[in-house]
């Protein structure tokens, strides 16, 4: 927890000085990007799979742009803490300290990847080139991997009554059919005045809904949406604020303390708040506490996603080339812990959830989401994360 992981296509990022809209929408990335040398210019995308080059139809520009540095050094960091975070849920009973750690992390490490999916998502309309960019790289991978991970547990785990829903995601699949929602209803946003507010309103009453069901996650989907929007809200200038060198030392005091609060409040709170899948009636909580926590979970993971923001490097790193292809990293990942869960691997070496065993855990996820992100797995995965599908759409469709 995820390019996909929207934070999921490929395309080339804007840099983050530039006041323009970025040409298309960006999500976690299926590969590493190519040399811009091709006539046309690449789409991007979590968790997220971009399309191909020739689908565009936009003339090449004069000059090859180049994607910024910053935005996937966000991307790769993210799908780090992602991956380290599911392999902590294991382990961590126990380890007040590990349960601390983890409610930080899950604070904001999927509010940073959907406030990048909102940015990257200003320029969609739905024009028929950008719906099928949108159904090739977000909505055919969740088909695809709903069902791979459903199968995976049926057999893996043992489970003949396994079920195939694609309206009812399995674990990391939510954050495709989430994406794909509010990718479609970016118009919307952009249309009506006050988008935040009423993103905001729509969350809070979620949480008091809970007639909303399970299907596509809705909860989740909704509880969600306003770093979405936010996302589609903010502009180049907002990250240099927020890179400055004093956000970055009002950060450190900011982490410091939410550790300290995170490690008393952490024997007393469901983790059901930070997955923002059920109403708080679901979570045997008052009506009133899903509105109150709605707010106060918003204002908390703005706060530390700002402050994860305000650190990540701005220059190309040894690791920046991998944030193209988190798309991989994102829906790989899972299989490697559900996998290990399955196996009882945990259950057999208790010594996991020992310190020792926790930093063990954690340079494994964080080591095997690395490899899964590099340029290789991208291009032997590219088939179910950006299908060309050419034949499933009329020829004008790139086009317009």
């Known amino acids: 927890m995820f390019q996909a992981p929207s934070v999921f296509q490929r395309a080339p990022l804007p840099p983050a000085t530039r006041e323009s809209e970025p040409r298309h929408e960006q999500t976690l990335t299926a590969t590493a990007p190519r040399p811009a040398a091709g006539p046309r210019a690449r789409d991007a995308a979590a968790p997220g799979a971009g399309p191909r080059a020739r689908d565009a139809a936009a003339p090449a520009p004069a000059a090859a742009k180049k994607r910024d540095p910053y935005f996937d050094n966000v991307k790769y960091l993210a799908i780090v803490l992602v991956a380290v975070a599911h392999a902590w849920e294991p382990v961590m009973d126990g380890s ?15 509010p940073a990847f959907i406030l990048i999916s909102g940015y990257f998502s200003r320029s969609f309309d739905m024009t028929p080139s ?6 090739t790289s977000v909505a055919v991978p969740y088909v695809l991997f709903e069902t791979a991970y459903s199968l995976f547990k049926r057999y893996a785990d043992d489970t ?9 995601p399995f674990f990391l ?9 509010w990718r479609v209803t970016t118009p919307i946003w952009q249309a009506i005045r006050h988008p935040l507010p009423v993103a905001l309103a729509i969350a809070v009453l979620a949480s008091v809904s809970p007639d909303i069901g399970d299907d596509l996650d809705l909860q989740r989907v909704l509880q969600f949406l306003p770093f979405f929007v936010l996302g589609l ?13 004093e956000v970055r030392l009002l950060s450190l005091p900011l982490f410091a303390g939410a550790l300290l609060f995170a490690y008393w409040i952490a024997p007393r709170m469901q983790l059901g708040w930070l997955y923002r899948a059920n109403s708080a009636q679901e979570m045997d909580a008052p009506w009133w506490s899903g509105a109150v926590m709605t707010l106060a979970m918003f204002g908390c993971a703005l706060a530390l996603t700002i402050g994860f923001l305000a650190w990540v490097p701005g220059r190309a790193r040894w690791f920046t080339a991998l944030g193209a292809g988190t798309i991989c990293g994102y829906l790989l990942h899972g299989f490697l812990i559900k996998g290990a869960e399955y196996a009882g691997l945990f ?8 310190p020792v065993g926790l930093v063990v855990v954690s340079l494994t996820a964080a080591v095997a989401v690395t490899l899964m992100c590099t340029p290789l797995v991208g291009r032997a995965l590219r088939w179910a994360t950006e299908p060309d599908m050419k034949w499933a759409f009329r020829k004008d469709s790139a086009g317009r």
Do not use: N
Request: proline share 3%.
């Open 96 to 110: 007040r300290a590990t349960r601390a750690l983890y409610m930080i992390v899950y604070t904001f490490h999927m």
């Open 347 to 354: 259950d057999r070496y208790t010594w996991l959830s020992d």
């Open 130 to 135: 950008k719906v099928k960019r949108l159904t």
């Open 173 to 181: 699949t939510w954050f495709l059919i989430a994406l794909f929602i």
């Open 233 to 245: 809200l903010l502009k180049p200038e907002h990250f240099q604020l927020v890179r400055r060198r």
């Open 160 to 168: 003949p009554d396994m079920a195939i829903s694609l309206i009812d």
